[in-house]
């Protein structure tokens, strides 16, 4: 099944690419149902055979890891593909302005009143 959970999301995933050929909401929704099957289907193939060589006094220490290290993987995967596919103009847009020397507008001087 960790074959198959495989194939299905790299099918997903190759759908996913080919979006702008495909026609409207149904071209961005059938790729993401075959991507969440497949993932499905390897990571309970996979969590199967990672848990099937674990003593049983050990079983809840190991399962922590392997959530703790698919989470980690999530969000690490996550942040690279956010902080990559910003635009150079994106990027060049969120640094911070160059230091200017801040000068008086003209008519912005405080004048006395006669009083």
């Known amino acids: 099944m960790t074959i198959v959970g495989l194939s299905g999301t790299a099918a997903g995933s190759l759908m996913l690419a080919m979006l702008p050929a495909m026609p409207g909401i149904a071209g961005y929704i059938a790729p993401i149902v075959v991507i969440t099957a497949g993932y499905a289907l390897f990571q309970a193939a996979n969590n199967t055979a990672v848990m099937a060589d674990v ?3 050990q079983r809840g220490a190991m399962s922590g890891v392997l959530g703790l290290s698919r989470n980690l993987g999530l969000i690490t995967g996550a942040s690279v593909m956010g902080a990559s596919s910003r635009s150079p103009r994106e990027r060049a847009m969120s ?3 160059a230091r200017r020397k801040l000068l008086p507008e ?3 001087r405080s004048q006395s009143r006669p009083g």
């Open 55 to 57: 003593r049983p006094d």
């Open 95 to 97: 640094r911070p302005p």
């Open 106 to 108: 003209c008519g912005s």
